[in-house]
């Protein structure tokens, strides 16, 4: 916590919304006209747990103001409204937002629980999103469950995790995260296992012998180096010269 990534994630929202304007602009020219030509709500998508809710809300008011979020959850009296609407009033009530919010040149960006997507994974995988974020993503990190299907059926060409648990030693794990912002970059889960997971794991043994530990260390070295342009990586030592917080003190007390 505290190292800035909800609010890089608010702003790069905000760049993806200005980029994807000015591309259309440059297409069409700034006055376009004719239904054809109308450029399309641009819509985002957070997933986060229920805890976080109201402040992703916050700091997406004040990272990206030209974007208007909403939050799909019990706790927004507007989500209540619609929730007693069935699945097809749901779906046409979101539209209508997205419609009504062209006015926000940053788009609009849906906020919701991991829980909630769930629930509706019928009308959100039907959205065509600009950019999905899953907050807290090692929820996704066992492969086989529903929402880690659901999840990487969304329709988006841009795909980010948020994480502040670090990668564990599970290379298993590590293939189910990078197949949701990386689809098919690692093959499938078997050939992934025979070509990276099982070298390095064999390599790892206390009994492996010299050519295996090698090959481990090869095949370690390449999957590094296949990861590193799309893993961002920041420490606490890295913001602490901006942050100025003074220093941790820990007290450890016996009951």
Sequence with gaps: MGLGKTAQLCVHFGAIAQTTIKRHQQRYGSNSRGREHVMPP????????????????????????LARSIIMHSISPTFNEILSLGENGIRIALEDIFEQEMSYTGGTVVITTYDTFRTFREILLGVDWNAVCLDEGQKIRN????ITNTVKMLQTSHRIILSGTPIQ????????????????MLGSLQAFELEFA???????????????????????????????PYLLRRRKDDVSILLQLPGKTEQVLFC
Excluded: Y
């Excluded at 295996?212 to 999957?223: G, K, P, Y």
């Design 42 to 65: 641009m819509k985002f998508l957070v997933v986060c747990p229920a805890t976080v809710l109201q402040h992703w809300n916050r700091e997406m008011n004040a990272w990206n103001p």
């Design 143 to 146: 492969p086989d469950t529903l």
């Design 169 to 184: 030693n599970s290379l298993r794990e590590l293939w189910s995260l990078f197949d949701f912002t990386c689809t098919g």
């Design 198 to 228: 099982n070298p390095i794991r064999q390599g790892g043994f206390a009994n492996a012998t010299r050519l295996q530990s090698e090959v481990a260390i090869r095949t370690a070295a390449t999957l590094q180096r296949m990861l590193k």
